[in-house]
Nanobody, 122 residues
């Protein structure tokens, strides 16, 4: 069974940082484009970062560029997200996901986790 499971998110103050991970099973990371998207209350899904299956490069959303970084350990089928300089607008449920390509990672993921809540607040 293909599955992705995120670790616990958390509560962090503005300007702080957070690191969490996602473990995959039942499929090979190298066969997919993989990454993260997020959804804040009352808003549509937003792309965070995606590593393309074509060139294995990471593509970041404009809102998180230079603040977030993705890491992948394909041998262990795990990926993670390191977030720094967090802002209130980063508050959302974060999902790790796998898709046939990065353009559809957010809209039509093939596999995705249940999500992990990240709250940025004082």
């Amino acid at each position: 069974q293909e599955q992705l499971v995120e670790s616990w998110g958390g509560l962090v103050q503005p300007g702080g940082s957070l690191r969490f991970s996602c473990a995959g099973s039942g499929f090979r990371f190298d066969d997919y484009s993989i990454g993260w998207f997020r959804q804040a209350p009352g808003k549509t899904r937003e792309a965070v970062v995606c590593i393309s299956s074509d060139d294995r490069l990471a593509y970041y959303g404009d809102a998180v560029k230079d603040r977030f970084s993705i890491w992948v350990d394909a041998a262990k089928n795990s990926l993670g997200l390191h977030m720094k300089d967090l802002k209130a607008d980063d508050t959302a449920v974060y999902y790790c996901a796998a898709a046939t390509s990065c353009p559809v990672l957010t809209s039509k993921p093939t596999i995705w986790g249940k999500g992990s809540q990240v709250t940025v607040s004082t």
